[in-house]
């Protein structure tokens, strides 16, 4: 049963065998360390996907339920990752991670001692701390599909003049990896550390590739997932981002988006319930409105984001390479082309 499901991944992944590699690479396996010919796509994700036909992945299914402490700490860093500019009171934490007082002060205190955090001598507020910084290096090092991720997001905004920048999915979350701003320091929507809810249409250029049960689940935490209308509309946009290979968001003109609302809470005092309004803000996306169905060549299109997947043959985990921060509207014929340019960045990658 658990290879049917995988095999129907698989057979998801069809849609973006259009988009061909000219040379033939090198793919070197996460389990023998051998090296295996490739020449498209599908071939890139085929071998991540039997990985977890064998079972490498099966210790994610296994996971027992986290400690206490160890879920709260974790909240804890995250906020203060989410706002690295700003520094928290006791209150401001406790508030904004759900933790009581006096077992968020009993936490932070055990941070500070280990150097992941900092705390104020006279003003008792809290921020990210040195252990971090090298904590940081270490994983860059351990992860090096990251790097090389990097190495080619740098390279495709001296190309284009476009920030660019890399995240990934962490359980019901994403997160931005890293941001490269362009010259003039506008940013492709989200900076390194933040987070933002996997509720759709939100998430959409990950869940495009994932297990069937998973897009259901995604589906589901809409607030009008009975909605046929919705639901239908949702796969429709999984669909075509499987085909194109690329996501296309579009920017809503008549409010803002979730890059401003974290702008203006880690400015004001919002920060302690930036993620409740974060939550709030993607219940009233328009579906529909997310992902044009069609690209027409000579019209023009207020992009917000063009987003293509990585997925890490060691692990199975997706990220996303993104392109933003545009100047102006752009042509359908523009957009084809910077996804298409994206999506070939992303199988270079994913090749090495």
Same mark, same amino acid.
């Given at each position: 049963?658990?290879?049917?499901?995988?095999?129907?991944?698989?057979?998801?992944?069809?849609?973006?065998?259009?988009? %061909?590699?000219?040379?033939?690479?090198?793919?070197?396996?996460?389990?023998?360390?051998?090296?295996?010919?490739?020449?498209?796509?599908?071939?890139?994700?085929?071998?991540?996907?039997?990985?977890?036909?064998?079972?490498?992945?099966?210790?994610?299914?296994?996971?027992?339920?986290?400690?206490?402490?160890?879920?709260?700490?974790?909240?804890?860093?995250?906020?203060?990752?989410?706002?690295?500019?700003?520094?928290?009171?006791?209150?401001?934490?406790?508030?904004?991670?759900?933790?009581?007082?006096?077992?968020?002060?009993?936490?932070?205190?055990?941070?500070?001692?280990?150097?992941?955090?900092?705390?104020?001598?006279?003003?008792?507020?809290?921020?990210?701390?040195?252990?971090?910084?090298?904590?940081?290096?270490?994983?860059?090092?351990?992860?090096?599909?990251?790097? %090389?991720?990097?190495?080619?997001?740098?390279?495709?905004?001296?190309?284009?003049?476009?920030?660019?920048?890399?995240?990934?999915?962490?359980?019901?979350?994403?997160?931005?990896?890293?941001?490269?701003?362009?010259?003039?320091?506008?940013?492709?929507?989200?900076?390194?550390?933040?987070?933002?809810?996997?509720?759709?249409?939100?998430?959409?250029?990950?869940?495009?590739?994932?297990?069937?049960?998973?897009?259901?689940?995604?589906?589901?935490?809409?607030?009008?997932?009975?909605?046929?209308?919705?639901?239908?509309?949702?796969?429709?946009?999984?669909?075509?981002?499987?085909?194109?290979?690329?996501?296309?968001?579009?920017?809503?003109?008549?409010?803002?988006?979730?890059?401003?609302?974290?702008?203006?809470?880690?400015?004001?005092?919002?920060?302690?319930?930036?993620?409740?309004?974060?939550?709030?803000?993607?219940?009233?996306?328009?579906?529909?409105?997310?992902?044009?169905?069609?690209?027409?060549?000579?019209?023009?299109?207020?992009?917000?984001?063009?987003?293509?997947?990585?997925?890490?043959?060691?692990?199975?985990?997706?990220?996303?390479?993104?392109?933003?921060?545009?100047?102006?509207?752009?042509?359908?014929?523009?957009?084809?082309?910077?996804?298409?340019?994206?999506?070939?960045?992303?199988?270079?990658?994913?090749?090495?």
């Amino acid at each position: 049963m658990e290879q049917a499901v995988e095999h129907q991944r698989l057979r998801m992944l069809h849609g973006i065998i259009d988009i %061909r590699v000219g040379s033939v690479g090198q793919f070197r396996h996460p389990r023998t360390s051998s090296r295996s010919n490739i020449c498209n796509v599908e071939c890139v994700y085929a071998m991540v996907i039997a990985d977890d036909v064998c079972g490498v992945n099966d210790w994610r299914h296994s996971l027992s339920r986290p400690a206490l402490a160890a879920l709260r700490g974790t909240r804890i860093l995250d906020l203060l990752a989410s706002f690295p500019e700003r520094r928290f009171t006791l209150t401001e934490v406790a508030r904004a991670t759900g933790v009581n007082p006096a077992s968020c002060l009993a936490i932070l205190g055990e941070l500070v001692q280990r150097g992941h955090l900092c705390r104020h001598i006279s003003r008792k507020t809290y921020w990210l701390g040195p252990a971090l910084i090298a904590a940081g290096t270490a994983a860059t090092i351990a992860n090096p599909i990251v790097a %090389r991720a990097r190495t080619v997001a740098e390279r495709l905004r001296g190309e284009l003049g476009l920030p660019t920048l890399l995240s990934t999915r962490v359980g019901d979350e994403i997160v931005c990896v890293f941001s490269l701003p362009d010259d003039a320091g506008r940013t492709a929507g989200l900076r390194a550390g933040e987070r933002v809810p996997l509720v759709p249409p939100v998430g959409a250029s990950f869940m495009a590739w994932v297990a069937p049960d998973e897009v259901e689940a995604w589906i589901a935490l809409r607030p009008d997932d009975g909605a046929g209308p919705v639901v239908r509309q949702l796969r429709e946009t999984l669909a075509l981002t499987r085909t194109r290979g690329f996501h296309v968001t579009l920017r809503r003109p008549e409010a803002e988006d979730i890059a401003s609302i974290l702008a203006r809470a880690a400015s004001g005092d919002l920060a302690p319930d930036f993620y409740r309004q974060v939550v709030a803000f993607v219940a009233t996306l328009d579906v529909e409105a997310s992902q044009p169905d069609m690209l027409d060549a000579d019209a023009m299109y207020d992009t917000q984001l063009i987003a293509s997947p990585i997925i890490d043959p060691e692990t199975s985990g997706i990220y996303n390479l993104c392109l933003g921060g545009f100047p102006g509207p752009l042509a359908g014929t523009e957009i084809a082309r910077l996804g298409q340019r994206l999506t070939a960045s992303c199988v270079e990658i994913m090749k090495h």
